[in-house]
Nanobody
Framework: QVQLVESGGGLVQPGGSLRLSCTSN????????MGWYRQAPGKQRDLVAT???????NYADSVKGRFAISRDGAKNTVYLQMNSLKPEDTAVYYCHPSRTEYWGQGTQVTVSS
């Protein structure tokens, strides 16, 4: 059974930083296009950042210049470095391999003073 596990969320003050991690027991991230998504209460799930198998990255306009997606093939882990966090970044964050049905349980990020 394929599992995705996100971690690294928490409560942080505006302007702070967090690094999210995503691991899997059944998907080789270096062979997959990967994305980070987020869903705030009462809102749809939105794409935040993507990284292709070749390492090309793309970001939602709302996080450009603040967030960075990366991948460690040896650890089979995808990261989302989040800097200069804002209250509107508060959401549950999910990683997702493109063109699959697999989702993890998500990790909560709360930005508040």
């Amino acid at each position: 059974q394929v599992q995705l596990v996100e971690s690294g969320g928490g409560l942080v003050q505006p302007g702070g930083s967090l690094r999210l991690s995503c691991t899997s027991n059944g998907i080789t991230f270096s062979m997959s296009d990967m994305g980070w998504y987020r869903q705030a209460p009462g809102k749809q799930r939105d794409l935040v950042a993507t990284i292709t198998r070749r390492g090309r990255t793309n970001y939602a306009d709302s996080v450009k210049g603040r967030f960075a997606i990366s991948r460690d093939g040896a650890k089979n882990t995808v990261y989302l470095q989040m800097n200069s966090l804002k209250p509107e970044d508060t959401a549950v964050y999910y990683c997702h391999p493109s063109r699959t049905e697999y989702w993890g349980q998500g990790t909560q990020v709360t930005v508040s003073s």
